[in-house]
């Protein structure tokens, strides 16, 4: 009977461990042991300790990507909270058509990156995108916008990602609003309280908890998100679009990307390692900076 | 406040409200509509109502351009690993949350790790090699299962429908000399249908949007490229000639199979990610 019992119970948990021992867990530790050596895919596999970790620290490439990751994740949430907090506090209000609306503002979740960046690809290019056909032919602009050039491809990058975005943020701050109660407001317009004033003394202080977690999971993540940049600038040009994890996927696939890069297994473990430590530090240091921000309230 | 003041704020208000919902559509409705654009008028055209309306694109698209074969992959991806990520988040949800034994506090970490440490593209070198070692590298069945692994999410939401499903259940089944499995199979999945219904959503979603795991795996293979990376490859060889209306077609057959799903279901799918602020 107890047997029986015990069969059952490992039995059924059985499917999920092994698939994730084997490949969720399993991929981490063959990427730990592999940081330190040099491999290139084929040939021979040769230890060198440390030297995976002393070329990281002088790889501009990288210390390049890990700046314009900041940009980008910086200018992505810098966007796309306030706007997705502004507009979950108006349809948080009983708005007409409000059900209707946050439908409409949730739709890009479902879309893949991948998808949409293709047709931002068609929309924004540079020689004859549809932007730069409506803003000339309209005599908007004297002569195109190289959107996808060196000076704005950024600014186009974080676009994309902030449409991506501002539906999934608008639904965790409805979510959140919810859980302020309703006649903390009444009590506030009582006393003349105007909207500003109930947004800023009734509101923000009330999600701190919520707008803290929030925050924390925009910024990993955008820290994390290439998928899009490789799609629509493959990081270019000239690397102003690179970022952490897209510099790591070419380590380990150049082929796909086009990219001139060579293989490197070994080396780009090492960075996918140390862009994972760099993730975990900011958020961790967020999150001591925000916590002691909550305590002002 | 005045009449005036309240009207302006109103109209302000609803100001800001349409520019947003402008800025959401508007790439969406530019692929629709551009999808049936010849590609001189996708180029030069500066239009917004296709002058002539292409059909042919469509069937351009998914004779030459292959996008059958991609459409075909998708869903076989997207339906195998929705169905494998529910059986086995469920069958580990369900002993998870019913019995007691060595090992439950482990096994919850050993998920919660794999949502929250990220190496990046590194895991898909090890993942692939072992699909070569077990001959799964020549079909789709390899992303399936990789998809069915990251099912941690799926898990953990799952665990919250349990938690709502009353012990008595069980209780009466087995006293009517119901086994475990009898149990999980005629009485807890059948009331565990809400929770099935909206993991799937966002399962299927994941898979049908997925595009790095089965670009890597099948780089060399373009019979068993699924939608996202055919439609992305169009992208990568177009130079001087960009077939610009074959990928609004192909953009669009990505699209909308889940923008129907997501105009019939939009409430479970919002129900999740708003579940997730609460707790």
């Known amino acids: 009977m107890k047997w029986r019992v015990h069969i059952e119970n490992y039995g059924f948990l059985l499917p999920s461990f092994l698939l994730t021992a084997v490949l969720g867990i399993y991929p981490i530790f063959w990427a730990m042991r592999y940081m330190f050596y040099d491999y290139k895919g084929y040939g021979d596999m040769i230890y060198i300790g440390f030297d995976n970790f002393t070329r990281l620290w002088g790889d501009e490439l990288f210390w390049e990507a ?34 209707f609306l946050r439908a409409l503002y949730f739709m890009p979740t479902v879309i893949s990156t991948a998808v949409i960046a293709v047709v931002f690809f068609i929309i924004f290019n540079s ?39 501002i539906g999934n943020y608008m639904l965790l701050f409805l979510a959140g609003l919810q859980s302020i109660p309703g006649d903390l407001y009444e009590s506030a317009e009582i006393d003349g309280a105007s909207p500003f004033q109930k947004f800023w003394k009734i509101t923000v202080p009330m999600l701190g908890p919520v707008m803290q977690m929030i925050i924390m999971l925009a910024i990993t993540v955008s820290l994390k998100g290439y998928e899009s940049i490789m799609v629509l600038t493959e990081g270019g040009p000239i690397g102003k679009t690179e ?27 090492a960075v996918g390692f140390a862009t994972a430590i760099i993730v975990g530090v900011i958020t961790g240091f967020y999150f001591m900076l925000s916590r002691r921000l909550n305590r002002i309230y | 406040m005045n009449g005036i003041g309240k009207w302006v704020s109103r109209v302000i208000l ?36 296709p002058k002539e309306w292409h059909f042919s694109n469509y069937a351009e698209a998914w004779k030459q351009a292959n996008f059958s074969t991609y459409t075909w992959n998708s869903l076989f991806v997207s339906v195998a690993s929705t169905v494998g990520t529910l059986i086995v988040a469920s069958m580990a949800g369900y002993v998870m949350d019913r019995r007691n034994f060595i090992g439950k506090r482990f096994f919850v970490v050993m998920q919660a790790s794999t949502m929250f440490i990220s190496i ?29 692994s990251a099912h941690a999410t799926t898990f953990f939401i799952l665990m919250g429908f349990f938690k709502a499903i009353p012990r008595d259940v069980d209780e009466a089944a087995m006293i009517d000399g119901c086994s475990f499995m009898g149990i999980y199979w005629r009485m807890i999945l059948p009331l565990l249908k809400p929770g099935l219904g909206v993991t799937a959503l966002f399962a299927f979603r994941t898979a049908w949007n997925e595009y790095i795991l089965p670009l890597v795996f099948t780089m ?30 192909g953009a669009c057959l990505s699209m909308l199979p889940i923008l129907v799903v997501y105009f019939f279901a939009n409430r479970s799918f919002m129900q999740v990610t708003a579940g997730s602020v609460k707790g």
């Open chain 1, 127 to 165: 020689y004859n995108g549809l932007l730069n056909q409506f803003l000339t032919k309209n005599r908007l602009v004297s002569s195109a916008i190289d959107w996808l050039g060196p000076d704005y491809a950024m600014l186009t990058v974080i676009i994309l990602a902030v449409w991506g975005a």
């Open chain 1, 243 to 269: 970022v952490m994890y897209l510099y790591v996927y070419k380590l380990l696939f150049p082929v796909s990307t086009g990219s001139a890069m060579i293989q490197e297994i070994g080396y780009g473990s």
């Open chain 2, 220 to 249: 060399n293979t373009p019979k068993l490229q699924t939608l996202t990376v055919g439609l992305t490859n169009l992208r990568y060889g177009s130079g001087a000639a960009m077939q610009t209306h074959l990928m609004m077609a």
């Open chain 1, 66 to 99: 890990v700046r314009n990751t900041i940009v980008y994740a910086g200018g992505k949430i810098v966007i796309t909270i306030p706007l997705s907090l502004i507009i979950a506090v108006i349809l948080d209000r009983g708005l007409k058509g409000r059900n």
């Open chain 2, 14 to 49: 609803w100001l800001f409200l349409l520019i947003i919902a402008f800025f959401t559509v508007f790439p969406v409705l530019m692929t629709i509509l551009g999808s049936f654009k010849s590609n001189l008028e996708l180029a030069s055209g500066a239009t917004i109502w």
């Open chain 2, 120 to 148: 990046g593209a590194v895991v898909l070198r090890p993942q692939f090699e072992l699909m070569v070692d077990l001959r799964l590298n020549q079909s789709l069945w390899g992303v399936v299962f990789i998809l069915i």
